[in-house]
């Protein structure tokens, strides 16, 4: 009975010392709870280099009225912030108008700028500061977004020497209110005195109702109209409280101010109007600034409207570009372009039959990288203005790299001398170096001293040094070498006589 009994106790602690082994077995009941509830959340990384934008939005409320334009409300100033291990930073910043869906590339403001974006960075700080001036010209409310893009070189161990990019972006918003005082007014006589005559088949009670005393200003499209010197220009005036179809007592007047003085040019005369606008064209002065002032007398009241604009003359440069390219190779064409009022700006990149091959619009930069079947082509640098050819065309031919070269020969020793070559370009999307020294015939041996290498930042010239030795040092030193590069092009052949 006792040996049954101690038996069971036997069997007991068997099964807890069993039970206790399955819980400490590592298996399913240890795996990572988060991952069986989230078994599709990636993971996390920290990024060596982000963009944070201070503000999502910039705001800007316009009112029109018969003042004319005023800015009530305006945030003109908005900051990104960039952290991370990195160094030598480069912002690329574009404006996208919404309506019209062109793009605006910005630079920073201490170089370059337009009249309405421009933007600076701080490398104390870590920021770059973005401002807007809205430009008022279209008399419409408008939608830009800023993308702000950044590329730096990484610090960080893990990705050292890479190149890092992070981009953000914002919008600027640009509301437009309207403030008219339209409302019929009901008199027995006008502001002379007279009672205003009304036609036949009126009631003796309304006999008194007079036209409508609304206010009357004008308002030009374009405050500033930039142009190109001597070149036309044109601007509308929208008329408020008149229809110079029927309401105009006398001809419209327009007044001509030249500053500094007349020799500067320009001129202005009313081409057409409507029911509400008149158009205004002219010629560009070449200097200096044209003021316009125009003049209107309503005839039911006499009462006069008087509103000026300028038209200031844009110059251009001369544009950036290489007169000769070669492949593999990216190069800027910066148009030297300026933003002009009503008018759009381009610049293409084209063969002699039109066909495009990079394109700049606004009077933007653009970059071109020919391929090596472009080679022995030629192309052509056009900038227009309202599809209109100005200036020139520029001509770009397209080129195979110079043949490598070996440059000089020098002596450092007995039987020891250097050759120091230059080898050009680009090919298969690595530098073009020198990859070997030919012995044509005669005694020599031949290595390359590696850390002799220099390569001029910016340009596709790389430079090689090669030590050179008798192959037999019982033999006289003589030989003739040649460089061969990566692209299988040869320099010309070098001979070397010892003394």
Request: aromatic share 10%; with cysteine; net charge neutral.
């Amino acid at each position: 009975m006792n040996n049954k009994r101690k038996k069971r106790i036997v069997e007991i602690y068997f099964i807890l010392y069993l039970a206790a082994l399955v819980f400490l077995i590592p298996g399913k009941v240890s795996r990572n709870i988060e991952s069986d509830i989230f078994p599709d959340k990636p993971r996390i990384f920290q990024l060596p280099f982000s963009l944070k934008s201070e503000k999502n939005a910039l705001n800007a409320t316009v009112r029109l009225d018969s003042n004319g334009i005023s800015i009530i409300s305006i945030d003109s100033t908005n900051t990104i912030f960039y952290t991370g291990e990195v160094k030598n930073i480069k912002f690329n910043v574009t404006i996208e108008d919404r309506n019209t869906r062109q793009v605006l590339t910005v630079e920073n403001f201490e170089g370059n700028s337009t009249d309405f974006f421009r933007y600076s960075t701080d490398e104390i700080s870590q920021s770059l500061k973005f401002f807007w001036d809205p430009p008022l010209y279209d008399r419409k409310s408008k939608t830009y977004i800023v993308k702000v893009t950044g590329e730096a070189i990484s610090s960080n161990s893990e990705t050292l020497g890479l190149i890092v990019e992070d981009v953000v972006q914002f919008s600027l918003n640009l509301n437009y209110i309207t403030d008219f005082n339209s409302n019929l007014l009901i008199a027995t006589e006008t502001a002379g005195g007279q009672e205003l005559p009304v036609s036949g088949g009126q009631t003796e009670e309304n006999r008194s109702l007079i036209l409508p005393a609304t206010n009357l200003f004008l308002s030009p499209r374009d405050e500033i109209v930039k142009s190109i010197a001597y070149t036309p220009w044109e601007n509308e005036i929208t008329i408020f409280g008149l229809n110079p179809k029927i309401d105009l007592r006398k001809q419209p007047e327009i007044k001509i101010i030249r500053e500094p003085d007349n020799k500067i040019g320009g001129s202005a005369k009313i081409i057409s109007f409507t029911e509400s606008s008149l158009l205004i064209k002219g010629e560009t002065p070449g200097y200096g600034v044209l003021k316009v002032s125009v003049s209107l007398t309503r005839h039911a009241d006499g009462k006069e409207a008087i509103r000026e604009f300028r038209v200031v003359p844009q110059l251009t440069d001369e544009p950036k570009y290489q007169q000769v390219v070669y492949p593999d190779i990216r190069y800027t064409f910066d148009p030297k372009l300026p933003i002009l009022t009503g008018q759009k700006t381009s610049a293409y990149l084209k063969t002699a039959d039109g066909k495009i091959y990079a394109a700049g619009e606004s009077g933007s930069a653009f970059s071109f990288t020919p391929s090596m079947s472009d080679t022995g082509k030629t192309l052509y640098f056009e900038r227009y203005i309202d599809n209109n050819l100005m200036g020139q065309r520029y001509t770009v031919r397209i080129s195979m790299f110079p043949v490598p070269e070996i440059a000089r020969i020098s002596e450092i020793g007995k039987n020891t001398i250097r050759i120091f070559t230059n080898c050009y370009g680009n090919y298969q999307g690595r530098e073009n170096y020198i990859s070997k020294i030919d012995v044509l015939r005669g005694n020599a041996k031949i290595r390359e001293i590696i850390g002799a290498q220099k390569n001029e930042e910016g340009s596709f010239n790389l430079k090689q040094v090669f030590e050179i030795t008798p192959a037999n040092s019982n033999s006289e030193f003589t030989f003739t070498i040649q460089a061969v590069a990566n692209n299988g092009q040869k320099s010309e052949v070098t001979n070397y006589s010892g003394k």
